[in-house]
């Protein structure tokens, strides 16, 4: 069965610190996708980033960057000099390629505060 | 472009009633799906469906139906509503089948069953 781990439940940073929310995943399927998602104070989910099975590229966006190890079944996201509108719960997600529920797996996510 | 719509926002019932949270998109998506979001839990799928007139069951179905008539609508109804009720609801759709692809939420549905 799939599963998603996300071992922060808060981290607290000021603001220009650089933070690194961890997420750690379960799959059987050779073929997945990864997912992070933010969810801001006004409660809306915001897509940031999909990442398949066999792109273990990391990818930066602006002050985002994202690195997948399928070696250790991480998707970690780090955020370069934090800023207060980064404050939010930030959710990571897995979801198999193969038949099945056709679903994203979310993890429990990390609330991340950034202090001015 | 409204993108996927979720009515009423806020709904407070007793335990016992019923009551349905209506989504709508207007992205043709053929995916759409309910998700329920508990403090400490994430999101879990409730039910999902991958095209008009399919539906299929996720992680915590039990207490909710659904169903798909057309593309565009997917109503979560809610039969004799219970206090472990008590979340935040988001409705959530695709256009990939195979939900490889980015899901859009709708802006959530906090319900309260007193």
């Known amino acids: 069965a799939q599963k998603v781990t996300q071992a922060q439940t808060e981290i607290s940073v000021v603001e220009k610190e650089d933070v690194t929310l961890d997420c750690v995943y379960e799959t059987r399927d050779t073929t997945y996708y990864l997912f992070w998602y933010k969810q801001p104070p006004s409660g809306e989910l915001v897509f940031l980033i999909r990442r398949n099975s066999f792109d273990e590229q990391n990818e930066i966006s602006g002050r985002y960057s994202w690195n997948f190890q399928k070696s250790t079944s991480s998707f970690n996201f780090t955020i370069t000099a934090s800023q207060v509108v980064d404050s939010a719960v930030y959710f990571c997600?897995?979801?198999?390629?193969?038949?099945?529920?056709?679903?994203?797996?979310f993890g429990s996510g990390t609330r991340l505060q950034v202090q001015p | 472009n409204a993108g996927v719509t979720q009515t009423p926002k806020f709904q407070v019932l007793k335990t016992g009633q019923s009551m349905t949270l209506q989504c709508a998109q207007d992205m043709n998506h053929e995916y759409m799906s309910w998700y329920r979001q508990d403090p400490g839990m994430g999101l879990r799928l409730i039910h999902y469906?991958?095209?008009?007139?399919?539906?299929d069951q996720g992680e915590v179905p039990n207490g909710y139906n659904v169903s798909r008539s057309t593309t565009e609508d997917f109503p979560l109804r809610l039969l004799s509503a219970a206090p472990s009720q008590t979340s935040v609801y988001f409705c959530?759709?695709?256009?990939?089948?195979?939900?490889?692809?980015?899901?859009?939420f709708g802006e959530g549905s906090r319900l309260t069953v007193l």
């Open positions: 959530a759709s695709s256009y990939r089948v195979q939900n490889t692809g980015e899901l859009f």
């Open positions: 469906s991958v095209g008009a007139g399919i539906t």
């Open positions: 997600a897995l979801s198999e390629a193969a038949t099945g529920r056709r679903a994203l797996t």
